[in-house]
């Protein structure tokens, strides 16, 4: 087995196997249990009409390349379905149902909110200009909370990943008075944290017949650009 660790933009999974089989070993691309995975929520409004129909939507999903796993509930006209990291928008899993006859509508899908950090330099005189900022922002579709600081003057908004542009609540605001700026678009806190790498595992089932050979394989891995460790 080789773990690999990759930089951000850096080579698939599929990509280094390729490296080891061209060099005379036999490798696969093994799942990592550290794998994120989203879950996406879809409404059945037809097409459901007994728990055989619940199966064959069932099976599916679980057929789509990416879908980890999924459960079709009956009673609830409803399919849970958890995806990979590089899975199936929730969308093109409805369209796939919706073309089996069924009739689908996505009810969540669970995408990474982003945070957004506006200065706001003028018209916050009191709590309640804060507060009134805070509301405004929070009414605009697309945004899912936000926090507006008048000690700090700034304002903290957390957005679906569909939702409005960092420019675009800037330009609300300063039409309602305020004046404003960017201070940090788009990118979530944990997100910001987070090491920009990815973790690849590899089953490696022929050419490894001595220490020599998973030295050389390990060289022939660390040498391929976007490679770590």
């Known amino acids: 087995m080789a773990v690999i660790q990759v930089a951000e933009g850096g080579p698939t999974g599929t990509q280094l196997a390729a490296v080891l089989n061209n060099r005379g070993f ?10 994120p995975s989203d879950e996406i929520v879809l409404s059945i409004l037809e097409g459901m009409k007994c728990g055989g129909c ?12 990416g879908v980890a796993s999924a ?27 919706n073309d089996r006859g069924f009739k689908v509508e996505v009810l969540a899908s669970a995408q990474p909110s982003q945070e957004i950090v506006l200065g706001i330099s ?26 507006v600081s008048f000690e700090d003057k700034t304002a903290a908004v957390q957005i679906t990943e569909s939702g409005p542009e960092a420019d675009e609540l800037a330009a609300m605001l300063n039409d309602k008075g305020f004046k404003v700026e960017v201070l940090r678009d788009g990118v979530a806190e944990d997100e910001a944290s987070a090491e ?12 490894m017949t001595c220490g020599g050979c998973a030295s050389k394989a390990q060289r022939l891995l660390q040498e391929t650009e976007g490679v770590e460790s």
Do not use: H, W, Y
């Open 122 to 147: 003028e018209g916050m005189k009191c709590g309640g200009c804060a507060s009134r900022a805070q509301r405004l922002l929070a009414e605009t579709e697309g945004v899912e909370s936000a926090e």
């Open 71 to 97: 459960e079709v509930s009956f009673e609830n006209k409803t399919a849970a379905v958890q995806v990979a990291a590089n899975g199936p928008e929730a969308a093109d899993l409805a369209a796939m149902l």
């Open 26 to 35: 036999k490798a696969e691309v093994l799942p990592t249990p550290a794998d």
């Open 54 to 65: 619940a199966s064959r939507a069932e099976r599916l999903l679980r057929e789509k390349e």
């Open 196 to 207: 920009l790498s990815r973790e690849i595992v590899l089953g490696i089932s022929e050419g």
